[in-house]
């Protein structure tokens, strides 16, 4: 058998260690760069070659034991190998080396340092459960469907630990399950289970005070409901007119930190950009978590989401804000190839500032959105390095500048990222102004 030496030469977006050999580039997991590793044997997966079985010769120093007994072979969190400020550090180097690659920035100075928080705060108050037919409850493996059991998760809020023994111990028949389990500050749980077959579990859970409430999905529909599934203060923390409204079927941010960053940051970014307090687009608002901090600067926001539940909890929300006429909501499909026809009606004068939180898909067509807001500032909240830098590019093609961009460790302990970029179109009048001091008559 023969095997490959290498040195990691830097982490790349989705957590990989990126290596060469004479037959180019090998992509090794668990590791960080500077370490040095014999490979022993390769894999082929779409086009790249990755390592499928190596030791570390030459450790980095921040290597440390996982705090969790599961690791690696369960998915949750890939980065446990080496010491929180290590796997941050990790991260910068993937957002760094995205911009450079994919958005092709030259200027990589205007990365600010990575936001991040410890305890209670970094801990999600939100996951997925899988329960497979053998009436295992867990976690999917890394790269696997297989369901991966756990005592306790060092990356879950105490409430949301107990939450899962209750459900664990409440789940009788050996069914396949889905189960998003939620909570909030005064200890409420609330589950989401998909499809009309989970009804009975999802009975059964309330019925054995494993979750306050629950509902039942199918094919994006509520289709039933037991209990009392509402949340209460997880979108929007803090900010006027809350507490508002969500349950465990809405999207909703990980933990407090990442909640309160995000949010945070999406402000600062708007002030720093000079925003006047003019008309706002949302796109992607959720239940409302950025919409309404939003509010509180400026005149009007029109807000639009396209996930039913998370539209109406907008809505409701939103109107026990007392906030109708300031905060427009809207429930629908937010694609650019199709924006300007769909929305034309809505959009009576072009926002000043236009911000946007997609999900890990990116915005589809987002110079076709550009082109037809011509926002004076882009806020765009990204949890993909791929299609983030992808839309950062579309804007710089387009004349914009790029602020910063604010790391936010809003996934502590895996390799996923979030940042909060901002983009403005520069000043035309500036630029006349120096033409006119340059000898023109005043
Ligand atoms: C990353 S979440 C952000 C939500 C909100 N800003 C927050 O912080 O809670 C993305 C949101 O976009 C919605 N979404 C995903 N794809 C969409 C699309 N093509 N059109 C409209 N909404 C979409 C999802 O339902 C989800 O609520």
Redesign the pocket.
């Known amino acids: 058998m023969s095997e490959t030496k290498v040195e990691i030469e830097k982490v790349v977006p989705g957590g990989w260690g990126l290596a060469r050999d004479g037959d180019g580039v090998v992509l090794v997991p668990r590791v960080v760069s500077g370490e040095r590793v014999t490979i022993r044997r390769f894999e082929k997966y779409r086009g790249t070659r990755r390592a499928a079985d190596f030791v570390v010769d030459e450790a980095s120093p921040d290597r440390v034991a996982p705090d969790c007994a599961v690791h690696p072979a369960c998915g949750g969190c890939g980065l446990l190998d080496f010491a929180p400020a290590r796997q941050r550090e990790a991260k910068v180097e993937m957002i760094l080396d995205g911009l450079a690659r994919t958005a092709k920035l030259e200027d990589l100075s205007v990365v600010e340092p990575m936001r991040f928080a410890a305890g209670d705060e970094a801990r999600r108050r939100r996951c997925r459960l899988t329960v497979d037919g053998a009436g295992r409850v867990g976690f999917l493996g890394a790269a696997s469907h297989d369901v991966v059991e756990h005592e306790t998760c060092p990356a879950l809020t105490e409430t949301l630990n107990a939450a899962v023994g209750r459900v664990k111990a409440a789940l009788s028949a050996r069914v396949a399950l889905k189960i998003r389990l939620a909570h909030d500050d005064q200890g409420h749980v609330s589950a989401a289970l998909e499809g009309r077959e989970a009804q009975g579990a999802a009975r059964d859970l309330v019925a054995a005070g494993a979750v306050h409430g629950a509902v039942v999905e199918d094919d994006g529909e509520i289709v039933a409901r037991f209990g009392d599934p509402a949340l209460a203060g997880e ?1 929007a923390p803090g900010a006027a007119g809350g507490p508002f409204g969500s349950d465990a079927a809405t ?3 990980a933990s407090r930190f990442a909640g309160r960053a ?1 949010a945070e940051e999406v402000l600062r970014h708007l002030s720093l950009a000079g925003f006047g307090g003019g008309p706002v687009i949302e ?5 409302g ?2 919409t309404f901090p939003l509010a509180t600067v400026s005149e009007q926001v029109l807000a ?4 039913a539940r ?1 539209a109406l909890h907008l809505r409701d929300n939103a109107d026990r804000a007392g906030l109708e006429d300031q905060v427009r909501t809207v429930w ?4 650019g190839e199709t924006f300007p026809n769909k929305y034309a009606e809505l959009i009576e004068v072009l926002p000043e500032a236009l911000v946007l ?3 890990r898909t990116g915005t ?1 067509r987002f110079d076709i959105l550009l082109d037809t807001l011509q926002p004076d500032i882009v806020v765009l ?1 990204s ?1 993909d390095i791929a299609t983030g830098a992808r839309d950062i590019r579309l804007a710089l093609d387009r004349g914009y500048e790029l602020c910063r961009v604010t790391p936010i460790d809003a996934f502590a302990r895996t390799p996923h990222v979030e940042w909060v970029a901002s983009l403005m179109l520069p000043y035309a009048d500036e630029d006349e102004d120096e033409d006119a001091t340059d000898g023109d008559p005043p």
Request: proline share 7%.
């Open positions: 979108v999207f909703t941010q995000i796109l992607f608002a959720g239940a978590h950025l639009i989401e396209g996930n998370a629908g499909h937010i694609d939180d997609p999900p589809s909240v949890c």
